[in-house]
């Protein structure tokens, strides 16, 4: 299974916010996009994930069905309802009906421990700490079912800790999966990807692997600042200011 | 985290479930066995069976249709406080405070001014179009301030305030002498007979039937807009549709019992402190709790003083606390 993006162009009040963007993920290459605000980045993950439609240009996925019913979106910043609680959040998100009965529940129950959200579930969303909210955010992400799954910014909010224990935890359950994500972190994107779109200004300014991809020139063209890279194991490229 | 522990909630929910069916039963036999004609209980048994007695007429013809009115009423103000609130990702919503009850007796009075002798569709699509211009009114300021909570409630009440005022204007100006009496300014089941009580079942029908179709995209519009958009509901189209649907409901409603407050807004907190927020639990138990509080609510304005007292009265008694009860807990969310 393959999501194709195809030459996209999105225009939103008649500005250009997209242009001629085009990208392929495919199901078990986590799939990142980085570059500065501003840059379009969860403007194309709402045009994948069908909350825009694309002035021009498509979305594809092959090998695959229906895209409402087998895309999983999380936003940077639901809006979920005021009072909602985790549970209730996790069995809509989900759509499992029989998430209270005894038999769904064994399989949702390990990922809620992953994430440690088990022993918050009958709180109510809007008193937990914003990190603690991403947490049971990504939980439900990391459950479903659905075979895309496309995160805006998930490490937002989180501590050192839980931004790469969410991150493994996620990409073990997305590993057959198409997954798609954006950050402001290039460690994350470059830890945690294995192909990497890099947007400037809504367009593609690089895409390919992190390993090839990154570079201190271009990150620091990109950002604007003056980046030091360093690499890491496996030949993994990391960037920490120069200063 | 045990399993046992997880299911606990279905069992929950079928509990509260049989207790609000079974409570509603109750108090729809008291509401029928408890009156000022204060007949004593033999003599109401005689005239529900045997359909004679000296109760007959009072139980079968006044009491029995006030009861199921009263259940309607509720189903209809209990929805349609749901739907609002959902809608409008507001928790304090609800049809008396967004206005649309107030507008919907605006909307009968100024028709009954213009003809006082008019039929029952028409005191419909009079309450349905003062409810309707209400909520735009409503919906307009919501536009302005990105729905903030507060501001929503605050322009519904005075929109409401304001449509109150204008229907005893023109109450006292032209129609005193009208059957729709002070009672139905503030709100009664008092003028529903078996008449009122079959045209309430188009209002109540159409308010299970719309949501039995569309909980589902309900569930989702919970997770918020763009999540929501991402699973094939578009959020503004079902978001009209469920202010449309509540706003035909309860205008309907209103031009039988007048302005009825708090019932919209207690019953789905009351179903939500029980069940949770997904919405196909969350709306079954709306309706019997808001049967129950209507139920309840008529019941002591018809009884605790020698002459009736007008059940918008009584609600709004046993609402605002309520009311207060919510503001002070929520946080400012927007």
Known sequence: ????????????????????????????????????????????????????????????????????????????????????????????????????????????????????????????????????????????????????????????????????????????????????????????????????????????????????????????????VDLVEFTGPGGRRFYVPST | MSAGEISKPIFLYKRNLLLTILAATALFILEIYIGPGRYPARQVTEALIHGRGPAATVILDIRLPRAIGAVLTGVILGISGLLLQVSLRNPLAEPYLLGVSGGASLGVMAALALAPSLGYMAMDIAGFIGALLAILLVILVGELTGYNVYSVIL?????????????????????????????????????????EALQLLVPALLALVYLAIYYSKFNLLLLGDEQAASMGVSPKALRRGMILVSTITVGMLTSYTGPIGFIGLMSPHIARMLVGSEVRRLSILTIPVAADLTLISDLLARNILPGEIPLGSMTALLGVPFFLYLLSRRPAET
């Open chain 2, 155 to 195: 322009a519904g009440v005075a929109v409401g305030g304001m449509s109150a005022s204008l229907a005893i204007i023109i109450y006292l100006a032209k129609l005193e002498t009208h059957q729709l009496g002070i009672l139905w300014i503030y709100g009664t089941l008092s003028l529903v007979g078996w008449s």
């Open chain 1, 1 to 224: 299974m393959k999501l194709i993006v195809d030459n996209v162009t999105l225009k939103l009040n008649n500005t250009v916010i997209l242009n001629s963007v085009s990208l392929s993920a495919e199901q078990g290459v986590p799939h990142s996009i980085i570059g500065p605000n501003g840059s379009g980045k969860t403007s194309l993950l709402r045009v994948i994930a069908g909350v825009y439609k694309p002035t021009s240009g498509t979305v594809r996925i092959d090998g695959a069905g229906d895209p409402e019913s087998i895309i999983y979106y999380l936003p940077a910043e639901p809006t979920v309802f005021p009072g909602m609680k985790v549970i209730d959040y996790l069995q809509i998100a989900l759509g499992l009906r029989g998430l209270y009965g005894e038999k769904s529940i064994g399989e949702i129950r390990e990922v809620l421990a992953e994430f440690q959200v088990d022993n918050y579930l009958q709180r109510d969303l809007s008193t937990l700490s914003s990190g603690e909210r991403r947490l049971v955010y990504l939980a439900a992400a990391a459950a479903t079912t659905r075979s895309v799954v496309i995160i805006d910014e998930p490490t937002a909010h989180l501590d050192l800790k839980w931004a790469i224990t969410s991150m493994r935890n996620l990409l073990r359950h997305v590993q057959d999966k198409v997954f798609i994500f954006t950050t402001h972190d290039v460690n994350i994107a470059s830890a945690f990807s294995e192909h990497t779109t890099v947007m400037s200004d809504g367009r593609v300014k690089a895409s390919g692997s992190p390993r090839e991809v990154y570079s201190r020139e271009l990150l620091s063209r990109v950002y604007g």
